[in-house]
């Protein structure tokens, strides 16, 4: 998946600053126009331009929420692909080590028990999550969202306010889960594999696995919560670029420890 669907996010995030700079030039322009002109404002006039002004963020916002919302199904799409295709390959792998354990005529079945413990616990913890639900309720989210702050523009701030936080919270969750399940799984791999050049160590065939030069960091959803605020969103660009770039680096690793290991064990098994 290409770091270039990051630029969504940013799209979004400069939407809202120039939505931002926009309704105070406007408020200040008639302020001001009143002040040179001696009379009041036309609140008529400057309610009419603000619910234009938001009425046509608002679009922009949800067309852009439609289409973050699809980065969101791809992630969690990959994630479900990734998962389901790694559970049968630790099937493979130890229906393997049994194979070459019982032609050698070694014993190894503490070594095979430790690998299927780690494959049904990442069975049971990495269980599928529904793609279209989470955005399909990310639309509604933002929808909402832009809704109440499109028709409430004014005796409404704190609805308003709080309708706009509905998106981020939605959007929030599956970055947590996103980051953690793949953070969780790739320390599972990393012990199944470790776990694996035991067993076949024991057997006596050597594997030489490569060393993961990038492996997922534990990162505090807190931590990015409050710098994507302090940023006022900026950070949350990247935090997408972490979404996508970290599994990317996870699956190539992978491949490479496939060939590796079928290279390895393939000639033990003919």
Do not use: C
């Not at 299927?116 to 913890?125: C, I, P, T, V």
């Amino acid at each position: 998946m290409s770091a270039g669907w990051m630029l969504i996010p940013l799209f979004q995030t400069l939407d809202a600053v120039i939505l931002i700079a926009v309704f105070f030039a406007v408020v200040f322009s008639a302020i001001f126009s009143a002040a040179q002109s001696g009379t009041v404002i036309n609140r008529a006039a400057l309610t009419s331009s603000l619910f234009g002004l938001f009425l046509l963020f608002g679009v922009i916002s949800f067309v852009l929420s439609i289409l973050f919302a699809y980065v969101l199904y791809r992630l969690v799409k990959r994630r479900n692909t990734h998962f389901a295709r790694q559970s049968m390959l630790y099937e493979d792998i130890e229906r393997a080590a049994r194979e070459v354990s019982v032609k050698k005529g070694v014993d190894v079945s503490v070594q095979l028990n430790n690998l299927y413990r780690l494959r049904r616990e990442a069975q049971l913890d990495e269980t599928p999550r529904d793609p279209v639900l989470w955005s399909v309720i990310l639309v509604f989210a933002a929808g909402l969202a832009n809704s109440f702050s499109s028709f409430n523009l004014t005796g409404g701030g704190v609805s308003s306010l709080g309708a706009a936080f509905i998106p981020s919270f939605a959007t929030y969750y599956v970055y947590y889960f996103l980051m953690k399940d793949m953070f969780r799984h790739e320390r599972r791999e990393d012990w199944f594999f470790g776990e694996l050049n035991r067993t076949f160590a024991a057997i006596g065939v050597n594997i030489t696995l490569p060393q993961r030069l990038s492996p997922i960091p534990d990162r505090s959803l807190i931590v990015y919560i409050i710098l994507t605020i302090v940023t006022l969103g900026f950070f949350g660009v990247y935090w997408v670029y972490v979404l996508i770039s970290d599994p990317n680096n996870h699956f190539r690793y992978q491949s490479l420890v496939e060939d590796t290991i079928l290279a390895q064990v393939s000639p033990t098994l003919v």
